[in-house]
C-alpha cells in the first residue's frame, strides 16, 4: 500500500512543514492580543478566522504545532533513548538477573494508570510542556524496551548472531552491529505511532489543564480554550481538532506504509 | 497447579508491596499541604496544627507508610482529608460508576470490533475493507474529549435522546443508569474498539496465512468456516492482550471523559482528590488501580491458557 | 478413465507464470511421484489440484477429478468435493494443525463436514482412523503433546478419514527425522494397497519416490519434462538428478595420524526451570560423557537422529559455552578457558550453519559478511590487502570477486553455503564445523557443494566435523563417524565398516531407514 | 422540585470548620441560620436572632432568639446552643477558617433560654455583621459529632442524600419557624466543567445555575426563551496583586507603571466576555462608601513606559505571574501578560493548583506577580497585616484601621473607609481589575433567586415555579 504512505507523509509533512514555518514567519503576531476584533469566523484577513483573544488562528496552529510536536517527539526520544538500549540489555541476559529486573520493573510502570501518573506527575513538578514530555516519555520506556526485548531474543536465535559468536564477537557489539541494525524499521514504525500517541496525550493533559502553559500555544490547548465557544464560534474548535486529527492520521498512515514497505520478513513480535 | 497459582499470588504480592512503596514515595515528595489547602485563606496557625493533628499528618514518613500499608491489610484505607469520609466507602461508591462505565465500554468496544475486524478480514483487498480501515484510523486519531463534546451537543442538547451527563444512579432503575452512561461509553469506546478491530484484523490475516488454514480448508471448510473455527480462536490471543490492557486504562483512563460527562467515577475523585491534596485518596484509589491491572492481567493470563492448550501444561 | 487428469494446466502468480503445460494422470490404486527441485512448482500442481492457490493466482488448462472438471466448478461444489473425494497431506506437520484443538476433533471435522451424523459417532469414527494410521495416542491429545512423526499421521488421518480416492501428499516426510520418515512413508503404502485410492506422492528426493511409485513424473522450471516408470528414465536432467542423488565426491586425502580436536568425557548439562519457588533448579543433560578425537585433515562424521545433541556439542566446541565436565582440546590447548572462549585457538576452528537464510545479516554486504571472522586476528589486514584476503576467499568457493558489494537477498541458497564456507575460510582454520551444512540444499546443489568441499579440503589441508542426520551423504564423504543417541555416543569407526557391519542395534535400525534407489538405474 | 447546578461540590457539609466556599453555597441560609443573616442586598438582618440590645459603651451584646426555633432533629434552639456555637468557635482547637471573627468575643452568657449575651473584649463596629457569616451559624451539640456528613440545623430545608461527586439533595422542613419553603425537595448538582455545565443547563438538566463558569456563553442564553440571565454582583474584588517587598516591585513608580500599562476593558472584554465592574481600589463598587478610583490608574502605557524609565528600568525587567485555577485567573492572566509585555515588562507565567498557589503565593511569598479575586466581604483590613501575601507594611493605614474598629459612629466610620480606599490607590500596593459579576442562569419560569451575592450562598427558601 503505497498509497497509506504517501497520502501519510504529505500530511504530517504538512504540519510538520507549518510548524517550522512559524520560526520564521506567521500571517499575524500572535503575542499581540487583539480583544476588540475576537471570535471572527473565517475570513479574507483571517483564512481561519480569529479566536477569544482575537489572535489569528492560522498563526496559532502554527506556532502551536511547535509545541505539541516538540513534545510528541522529545517522549519518543525519552522512551528510544532508554527503552532500545534497556531491551537489548535484556535480551543478551535473556532469563537472567537484568533481563527479569528490567521487565518486571517495565510491568510496573505499565501497571500504573498513565494518565493518572501524567497527572501526577504534572502536580508534582507543576504543568508545563516540559513536564508532560517527561511524563509521556516515561510512559514510552516500556513500550519499546518490551518491543525492543522481544524483536531481540528474535533475532539472538538467528545462525547470523551465531556466526558474529563463532567469529568472537562480544554481546555489546553483537547488539550494536547486528541487532539494533535489524530493529530500525521496527523502531521506525513504532516511533510513528508512539508519536502520534503523544499528540493525542499532549492533547489530553492540555484539556485538563496540565499541558503548555500560556503563553506557550499548543494544539491541545487551543483545543481545550475553545470548548465553551464550540457552540457559536465552532471555527475554533475545529482548526486545532483537524490538526491533531489529521497529524495522527498522517503519522498512523506513514507508520501503516512504511510497515509495509520495510522488510516485511520481520516480526512485530509482542513479547 | 495449586503451586503455580500459590507463586503467582506471592509474585502479585510483591508487585503490590513495590507498588505501594512507589506510589507512597511519589505522593511524600507532592508539594502542598491538604490542611491549608482545607482551610484557605484566613486560617490561623494553631487551627491548622489541630487539622494537621487530626488528619494524622504529623509523624515520621515511615510510620505514616506503616500505618496505611497495614490499615489497607484490614480493608481499612483511612479517612479522606476532605471529605472526611472512609477511603473505602468513597471507593466503593465510585467503584459502582466506573466499573459499569468500562464494563459497558469495553462491551460496546468488543460488539463493535468483532464484526468489523471479521468483515475486514474477510473480504481483503474490497473496498469495503478501505472503508472499515479508514474508519478506525479516524477513530483512533480524533481525541476523545472533542468527541465527546461533539456527541453532547448533538445528542444531548439538540436531540435530548440522552442527559447531557451527570449519573442518574442504580436506584432509579437499570434503565435510567445505562442511559446515563451511554454517551462517556460511546466516547471510551470509540478509539478502543478502532485498536481492537486493526489488532484482531491483523491477527486474523496472521492466521489465516497459517498452514492450518490451508489444511481446514483442504477438509472442505469454506472461507468463512476456516475463518470463524479456526482463524478466530487462533486470533484471540494478542486481542486478549488487548483487551487486558484496555480495561485497565477504562477504569482509570476515563478521567477526561468523566470531567466532560460530569460522572462520579473512579477517574474523577483521583483527579479531585490530586489538586485539593487529598493524598490518601489519591495513594488508594492508585493502589486500587494497581492492584485491577495487575488483577486483571492475571486474569488474561488464566484466559491466554483457556484459549491456548500449548500454555496449560508449562510450567 | 483416470481418477486424476491434468491438462495443459497452466497457473499465473502476479503475471508470472509459474506452471507451464503440466500434463499428468493418476489412475485408482496407483502411485505417481512427482520429483523436482525446489520451486519447480510441485507445490502448486498439488495446490491447483485442490483449487487452493493463493490469491490473485490464475488458473488454465483441464483438472478432471472423477470426470469433474475442477476449474468450472463453483466454490460450494468444490467445498463438496475437497475432503471426501481429495484428500492432501501438507509438507509441515509442525504447523498444518490447530495448535487449539484436540487431534480428535480436527480428525472429526473432516467428517463433520460431509456427512449428517452426531459429534459423539464422528468421534468415534476419528478415533477409528487415527488407530488405522498407527497413532497409539489418545484423539484427545493437542498437537503439541506429539512429536513431527505422529503429528504427520494425525494430517494423513484427516485426509483419509473419509476414505477419498485420491490423496495427495506433498513432501510429507521432509520435516522428518530419517526413522520417522520410514514409518509415514510405509502407511501411505499400506493405506493405498488397502483402500484402493489414488496417491500424488510429491517429494524433491529421488529416494524416497523411487521404491514406491508406479509412474515417475520429473519438474523442472514449472514444466514436466518426463514421465514413466523409474527405470524408464531417459531425459538429461533426470538422468542428471539421479546422478546427484548419490554423489560421491573425489578426495585424496585421509588424515594423519597426529590428533588434531581431542573431546574427552565433555558433559553438557542444561538448567531446567526450577520446580516451585524454592525448589532447585533441574538439569537436563544434553551431552552425557561424549569422548572421540579427529585427526588432523580427517572428515569426521556425526550422526544422530534431531535432538540427540549435535549442535549442542558443536558449541561446546567452538568454545561458545562451557562445559560442565571433561575437556575439549585442539591441537593440545583447551577451546575454553574458564571465562571465555580461548581466542587463539578460536581462530582455528570456523563454522558453516545449515540455515543458508537465517545465516547472514540481511543488512551487511557480503564483502563485510565474509571478513567478519577478522575480528579474532591481532592484526586484521586493511585497506587493499583486506580487499585482497576476501576476494580470493569469494574466489576460492567459486564466486566473484566483484559479488562482495552485493547484499545477501542477491543469492540463491547454494551460493548463500559458498558465502558461508568463504567466511569460515577467509582465516585459514584448520577445523570447519559443518552442521547440516547441505541439509537444506537441492540435490544438484548439493552435490557440487560435497564436491567444492573436497577440493578446498585437499587445497587447504582443512579437516572437516560433518555433522548430519542425511546418513547417505555422510557415507560418501567421511572417513570415520560417530553415531550419537540421547547425548551418549553409540558406535565409532570407519565410515565403510559401520556402514556396511553396524555393530549397534540402534545404528542398525538407523541404516535400515536410508531410502535406496533400485540398482537397474 | 429544582435542580441546581454548582460548580464545585463541598468537600463536607460542616461551614463552621472549612473555608470552602462550596459548603455555604449548600447550607447556608437553606440548611443553617445564624444569630444575623445576610439579606439579597448585603445588608445584615436577623436570623435567629428576632432582636438585640447593645450596651452604651459597645462592648455588651444581648441577643433575644425567636421562640419555637427547632432544629431538623426534633430538639428545640435555646441560648445554650448559641453560646456552644461561640465556644466551639473561639476554643483553642478550634478548627473553624475564620477564627477571627469570633476573637473579640470576652464571653458568652446565658441569661434565659431565649437570651444570651455576648461581651466583647473591644467595641466592635461589626460584630453583628461577623455574626452573619456561614462560619458564625448556630449548630446544637446533640448533633455535632455528625456535622460533616448529616447536618442538622434550623434552617427550612433538611439535608436528606449524598452521593458524593455528583449531588446534594434537600427537602422541605415542615416544622420551620418562618415562612415555609415552596419547593418540596432541592438537588444540588456539581458540575466543575464549563462546557458540561454548558450542555447540563441548555439540555435542561439542571433549572438554575448560580455562578455560571462560563460567560461566553450568556448572549446564548439571554437569546433562548426558556431560560432568564441574572447578572449580579459580588464582594469578589479581582486584583493582579503585586508582591510589595519584592524586587524592582517594591518601587511604587513600577508598580504604578504596571497599573497603567492594564487596560481593564480589554480585560473584562477578553476574560470575562463584558462581566464585571472595574474597580480603582480595594472596594465593593455596590458599597454606598464606594469611591471611583479607575481613572487614576487609567490605560496609558506611554506613562507606563514613561515611570519605568524613571524607576530606572528602561529596557523593562521580567517577574513571574502565578495564575490560580479560575477562568479570570488564566484569561486575565494571558491578556496581563501581553499588555505587560507591550510596555516591556516580560512575564514568566505559571499556572498553579489550589494548593500550589496556596503554599506558593499565599504562605510562602514566592511570586512576582497574581491574580486572584478577594471575596471575603468588606476586607480592606487586609491591607493592615503586614505578613498578608502582598506584604503591604503602612504604618499610616494600619493607624487608620485600628480608629476604624474602634469607630462605631456610621458617619465617620464612611469618612475612613475613603481614606482607606484613597491610600492604597495612592500606593499602588495592587493593580485592581474589576468587581466579580456573578451570572445565574436559570429557568424562564423560576423566581425568587438572588441576583448577587453578598456572601457564597444558594438561598433557595423564596424560590418558586411560575405557573
Ligand atoms: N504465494 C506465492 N506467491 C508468489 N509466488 C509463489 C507463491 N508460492 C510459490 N510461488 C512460486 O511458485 C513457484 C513454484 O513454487 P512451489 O511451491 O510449487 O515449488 P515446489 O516445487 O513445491 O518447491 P519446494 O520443494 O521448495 O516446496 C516458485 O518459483 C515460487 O517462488
Ligand atoms: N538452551 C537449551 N536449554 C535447554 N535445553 C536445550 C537447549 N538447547 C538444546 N536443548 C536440548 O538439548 C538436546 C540436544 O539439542 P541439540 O540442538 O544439540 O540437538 P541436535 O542433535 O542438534 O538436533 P537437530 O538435528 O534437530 O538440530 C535437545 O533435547 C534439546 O531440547
Ligand atoms: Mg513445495
Ligand atoms: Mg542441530
Not at chain 2, 436506584?171 to 478502543?192: D, H, M, R, W, Y
Not at chain 3, 490423496?167 to 521432509?174: G, H, M, N, R, S
Not at chain 3, 534431531?306 to 571433561?326: D, F, P, Y
Not at chain 4, 462608601?289 to 487614576?296: E, K
Request: aromatic fraction near 8%; include cysteine; glycine fraction near 8%.
Amino acid at each position: 500500500m503505497r498509497r497509506n504512505l504517501i497520502l501519510g507523509t504529505g500530511l504530517s509533512a504538512m504540519f510538520a512543514g507549518a510548524a517550522l514555518l512559524s520560526f520564521f514567519w506567521v500571517p499575524f503576531d500572535i503575542g499581540a492580543l487583539d480583544i476588540a476584533n475576537k471570535i471572527k469566523p473565517p475570513s479574507g484577513a483571517h483564512w481561519l478566522g480569529t479566536d477569544h483573544f482575537g489572535r489569528d488562528i492560522l498563526s496559532m496552529i502554527m506556532v502551536g504545532g511547535r509545541t505539541s510536536i516538540a513534545v510528541a517527539l522529545v517522549a519518543v526520544g525519552i522512551g528510544m533513548g532508554l527503552g532500545v538500549p534497556l531491551g537489548l540489555a535484556a535480551a543478551v541476559q535473556r532469563g537472567g538477573w537484568l533481563d527479569e529486573g528490567i521487565m518486571r520493573a517495565n510491568d510496573l510502570i505499565f501497571a500504573f494508570p498513565s494518565l493518572l501518573i501524567a497527572i501526577m506527575i504534572t502536580a508534582v513538578f507543576g504543568a508545563s510542556a516540559v513536564n508532560a514530555i517527561i511524563a509521556i516519555g516515561i510512559f514510552n520506556i516500556p513500550v519499546f524496551a518490551r518491543l525492543t526485548r522481544g524483536a531481540a531474543l528474535g533475532l539472538w536465535t538467528r545462525d547470523f548472531v551465531l556466526a558474529a559468536r563463532v567469529a568472537g564477537k562480544g554481546a555489546v557489539r553483537i547488539s550494536c552491529e547486528h541487532i539494533l541494525p535489524n530493529l530500525v524499521n521496527l523502531l521506525i514504525v513504532q516511533g510513528t505511532i508512539q508519536f502520534s500517541l503523544g499528540i493525542l496525550a499532549e492533547a489530553g493533559l492540555s484539556y485538563v489543564g496540565l499541558g503548555a502553559q500560556p503563553p506557550v500555544p499548543s494544539w491541545g490547548r487551543m483545543l481545550a480554550d475553545s470548548q465553551t465557544m464550540i457552540s457559536f464560534a465552532p471555527h475554533m474548535a475545529l482548526s486545532p481538532g483537524l490538526a491533531i486529527l489529521l497529524t495522527v492520521l498522517g503519522l498512523n498512515l506513514m507508520g501503516d506504509g512504511l510497515r509495509d514497505l520495510l522488510d516485511p520478513r520481520l516480526q512485530r513480535g509482542q513479547r | 497447579m495449586l503451586r503455580y497459582v500459590l507463586q503467582r499470588l506471592v509474585s502479585l504480592c510483591l508487585s503490590l508491596l513495590v507498588a505501594s512503596a512507589v506510589i507512597f514515595l511519589a505522593l511524600e515528595i507532592v508539594p502542598g499541604d491538604p490542611a491549608a489547602y482545607m482551610l484557605g485563606l484566613n486560617a490561623q496557625e494553631d487551627t491548622l496544627a489541630a487539622l494537621r493533628d487530626e488528619l494524622g499528618l504529623n509523624g515520621t514518613a515511615l510510620q505514616r507508610y506503616g500505618s496505611w500499608l497495614s490499615g489497607m491489610l484490614h480493608g481499612d484505607f483511612g479517612i479522606s482529608y476532605t471529605y472526611r469520609t472512609p477511603v473505602a466507602e468513597m471507593i466503593g461508591d465510585r467503584l459502582w460508576v466506573s466499573l459499569p462505565l468500562a464494563l459497558f465500554a469495553l462491551g460496546l468496544s468488543c460488539l463493535i470490533a468483532f464484526p468489523a475486524a471479521l468483515w475486514a478480514a474477510s473480504r481483503r483487498g474490497t473496498l469495503g475493507e478501505l472503508g472499515v480501515m479508514g474508519m478506525t484510523q479516524l477513530g483512533i486519531a480524533i481525541p476523545n474529549f472533542w468527541f465527546a463534546m461533539l456527541m453532547v451537543l448533538i445528542f444531548a442538547v439538540n436531540l435530548r435522546w440522552f442527559p447531557a451527563g451527570g449519573f442518574a444512579g442504580w436506584e432509579e432503575g437499570l434503565f435510567a443508569g445505562l442511559k446515563s452512561l451511554t454517551l462517556p461509553a460511546v466516547a471510551l469506546a470509540l478509539p478502543q474498539a478502532s485498536i481492537l478491530t486493526r489488532v484482531m484484523r491483523s491477527a486474523l490475516l496472521d492466521t489465516l496465512g497459517e498452514d492450518f488454514i490451508r489444511t481446514a480448508r483442504a477438509k472442505g471448510l469454506t472461507r468463512g468456516q476456516a475463518l470463524r473455527r479456526h482463524a478466530l480462536r487462533n486470533a484471540m490471543i494478542p486481542v486478549l492482550t488487548i483487551i487486558g490492557l484496555q480495561f485497565s486504562f477504562l477504569l482509570a483512563g476515563a478521567i477526561i471523559i468523566e470531567n466532560v460527562f460530569f460522572l462520579p467515577g473512579l477517574g474523577r475523585l483521583v483527579f479531585q482528590a490530586i489538586s485539593a491534596r487529598d493524598l490518601i485518596v489519591v495513594e488508594s484509589v492508585v493502589m486500587l488501580l494497581v492492584f485491577a491491572v495487575i488483577l486483571v492481567n492475571f486474569t488474561v493470563d488464566l484466559a491466554y491458557a483457556w484459549v491456548d492448550p500449548r500454555l496449560r501444561g508449562r510450567r | 478413465m483416470s481418477l486424476l487428469q491434468v491438462e495443459n494446466l497452466r497457473v499465473e502468480l502476479g503475471g508470472a507464470p509459474v506452471l507451464q503445460d503440466v500434463s499428468l494422470r493418476v489412475a485408482s490404486g496407483q502411485i505417481v511421484g512427482v520429483i523436482g527441485e525446489s520451486g519447480s512448482g510441485k507445490s502448486m500442481t498439488a495446490l491447483a489440484v485442490m483449487q487452493l492457490l493463493p490469491p490473485g493466482a490464475r488458473c488454465t488448462g483441464q483438472v478432471a477429478l472423477k470426470g469433474q472438471d475442477m476449474l468450472a466448478l463453483t466454490e460450494r461444489q468444490l467445498c463438496r468435493m475437497r475432503g471426501r473425494d481429495v484428500g492432501i497431506v501438507f509438507q509441515e506437520p509442525m504447523t498444518a494443525l490447530n495448535p487449539l484443538q484436540t487431534i480428535g476433533q480436527q480428525v472429526a471435522e473432516t467428517i463433520l463436514i460431509h456427512e449428517i451424523v452426531s459429534r459423539a459417532e464422528a468421534m468415534a469414527r476419528a478415533a477409528r482412523t487415527l488407530e488405522r494410521v498407527e497413532l497409539q495416542v489418545p484423539p484427545t491429545r493437542y498437537p503439541h503433546e506429539l512429536s513431527g512423526g505422529q503429528r504427520q499421521r494425525v494430517c494423513i488421518a484427516m485426509a483419509i478419514a473419509l476414505r477419498p480416492e485420491l490423496l495427495i501428499a506433498d513432501e510429507p516426510t521432509t520435516a522428518l527425522d530419517v526413522t520417522t520418515q520410514k514409518g509415514v512413508l510405509d502407511l501411505l503404502k499400506q493405506l493405498v494397497a488397502e483402500d484402493g485410492m489414488g496417491l500424488l506422492l510429491i517429494s524433491h528426493d529421488l529416494g524416497v519416490v523411487a521404491d514406491m511409485a508406479d509412474q515417475i513424473v520429473i519438474m523442472q522450471r514449472g514444466q514436466v519434462v518426463e514421465t514413466g516408470r523409474f527405470c524408464d528414465l531417459r531425459h538429461s536432467y533426470s538422468k542428471a538428478l539421479l546422478a546427484a542423488s548419490d554423489h560421491v565426491p573425489d578426495r585424496t586425502g585421509a588424515g594423519s595420524e597426529a590428533p588434531l580436536l581431542q573431546l574427552r568425557d565433555v558433559v553438557r548439562d542444561y538448567p531446567t526451570p526450577r520446580k516451585g519457588w524454592l525448589g532447585k533448579p533441574g538439569r537436563f543433560r544434553a551431552v552425557d560423557r561424549v569422548s572421540f578425537e579427529i585427526r588432523r585433515g580427517e572428515n569426521l562424521g556425526l550422526v544422530g537422529e534431531s535432538g540427540c545433541g549435535k549442535s549442542t556439542l558443536t558449541r561446546a566446541i567452538l568454545g561458545l559455552e562451557a562445559v560442565q565436565e571433561g575437556t575439549i582440546l585442539l591441537g593440545g590447548q583447551p577451546v575454553y578457558d574458564g571465562q571465555r572462549a580461548n581466542r587463539s585457538i578460536r581462530r582455528r576452528m570456523q563454522m558453516v550453519f545449515q540455515d543458508p537464510y537465517s545465516s547472514f545479516n540481511p543488512r551487511h554486504r557480503v564483502g563485510r559478511l565474509v571478513s567478519e571472522p577478522f575480528h579474532l586476528l591481532e592484526t586484521a589486514p586493511q585497506g587493499v590487502e583486506k580487499e585482497r584476503v576476501i576476494a580470493e576467499a569469494l574466489e576460492s568457493v567459486g564466486l566473484q570477486a566483484a559479488d562482495r558489494h552485493k547484499f545477501i537477498h542477491e543469492f540463491s541458497g547454494g551460493q548463500r553455503q559458498r558465502i558461508a564456507l568463504a567466511r569460515a575460510l577467509i582465516i585459514r582454520p584448520d577445523l570447519i564445523v559443518l552442521d547440516e551444512a547441505v541439509s537444506a540444499l537441492d540435490v544438484q546443489v548439493r552435490a557440487q557443494m560435497l564436491d567444492l568441499l573436497a577440493d578446498l579440503g585437499d587445497r587447504f589441508g582443512l579437516t572437516y566435523l560433518f555433522i548430519s542426520h542425511d546418513l547417505s551423504v555422510v557415507r560418501n564423504v567421511t572417513d570415520r563417524v560417530v553415531v550419537m543417541r540421547a547425548g551418549r555416543i553409540v558406535e565409532e569407526g570407519k565410515t565403510g565398516e559401520v556402514f556396511e557391519n553396524p555393530k549397534n542395534i540402534y545404528t542398525k535400525q538407523l541404516l535400515a531407514t536410508i531410502p535406496r534407489l533400485p540398482e537397474n538405474a | 422540585d429544582i435542580v441546581v447546578g454548582l460548580q464545585l461540590e463541598p468537600p463536607h457539609l460542616d461551614p463552621t470548620s472549612a473555608a470552602a466556599g462550596a459548603i455555604d453555597q449548600v447550607v447556608y441560609a437553606n440548611v443553617f441560620e445564624g444569630l444575623t443573616r445576610f439579606d439579597p442586598d448585603g445588608s445584615v438582618g436577623p436570623g435567629l436572632a428576632e432582636s438585640w440590645d447593645i450596651s452604651e459603651d459597645g462592648l455588651v451584646y444581648s441577643f433575644h432568639l425567636r421562640s419555637g426555633v427547632r432544629f431538623h432533629d426534633g430538639t428545640e434552639l435555646d441560648a445554650k446552643d448559641v453560646r456552644f456555637t461561640l465556644d466551639r468557635a473561639r476554643d483553642d482547637t478550634s478548627q473553624n477558617a475564620q477564627k477571627a471573627l469570633f476573637a473579640g468575643i470576652e464571653t458568652v452568657k446565658v441569661i434565659d433560654p431565649l437570651t444570651v449575651q455576648v461581651t466583647l473584649k473591644a467595641p466592635d463596629g461589626s460584630f453583628l455583621f461577623n455574626m452573619a457569616w456561614g462560619d458564625a451559624v448556630i449548630v446544637a451539640p446533640e448533633s455535632i459529632g455528625e456535622i460533616k456528613h448529616k447536618p442538622v440545623g434550623t434552617g427550612a430545608f433538611m439535608f436528606d442524600d449524598w452521593v458524593q461527586g455528583d449531588r446534594i439533595e434537600l427537602v422541605k422542613y415542615a416544622g420551620y419557624w418562618g415562612e415555609p419553603a415552596r419547593l418540596d425537595h432541592v438537588t444540588f448538582k456539581f458540575i466543575s466543567d464549563p462546557t458540561a455545565a454548558f450542555a447540563a443547563v441548555m439540555a435542561e438538566d439542571v433549572d438554575a445555575f448560580p455562578g455560571f463558569p462560563a460567560p461566553e456563553n450568556l448572549p446564548q442564553f439571554e437569546a433562548d426563551p426558556r431560560f432568564q440571565v441574572l447578572v449580579g454582583s459580588t464582594e469578589g474584588e479581582t486584583i493582579l496583586s503585586i508582591n510589595n517587598k519584592l524586587a524592582p516591585l517594591d518601587d511604587v513608580r513600577v508598580r504604578r507603571a504596571i497599573t497603567h500599562a492594564i487596560d481593564r476593558k480589554s480585560v473584562i472584554d477578553g476574560a470575562m466576555f463584558g462581566l464585571g465592574t472595574p474597580i480603582g481600589t480595594h472596594f465593593a463598587p455596590h458599597h454606598p462608601d464606594y469611591v471611583d478610583l479607575t481613572s487614576q490608574s487609567a490605560y496609558a502605557p506611554e506613562l507606563a513606559r514613561q515611570l519605568l524609565t524613571e524607576a530606572g528600568y528602561a529596557d523593562g525587567f521580567t517577574i513571574t505571574l502565578k495564575l490560580p485555577p479560575p477562568s479570570y485567573a488564566r484569561r486575565g492572566g494571558e491578556i496581563i501578560a501581553a499588555q505587560l509585555r507591550s510596555v516591556g515588562i516580560e512575564t514568566e507565567v505559571t499556572n498553579l493548583e489550589w494548593a500550589q498557589w496556596l503554599e506558593q503565593v499565599f504562605r510562602g511569598h514566592d511570586f512576582g506577580l497574581t491574580i486572584i479575586s478577594h471575596t471575603e466581604p468588606f476586607d480592606i483590613d487586609i491591607y493592615a497585616r503586614p505578613e498578608y501575601y502582598f506584604q503591604y507594611d503602612s504604618a499610616a493605614f494600619q493607624a487608620l484601621m485600628a480608629a476604624l474598629k474602634a469607630e462605631a459612629d456610621p458617619e465617620k466610620r464612611s469618612d475612613l473607609l475613603v481614606q482607606a480606599q484613597k491610600m492604597i490607590a495612592d500606593d499602588y500596593v495592587n493593580a485592581y481589575l474589576f468587581q466579580l459579576a456573578i451570572p445565574t442562569v436559570a429557568n424562564a419560569r423560576l423566581r425568587g433567586l438572588w441576583r448577587d451575592a453578598p456572601t457564597q450562598a444558594t438561598d433557595l427558601t423564596a424560590v418558586y415555579w411560575d405557573k
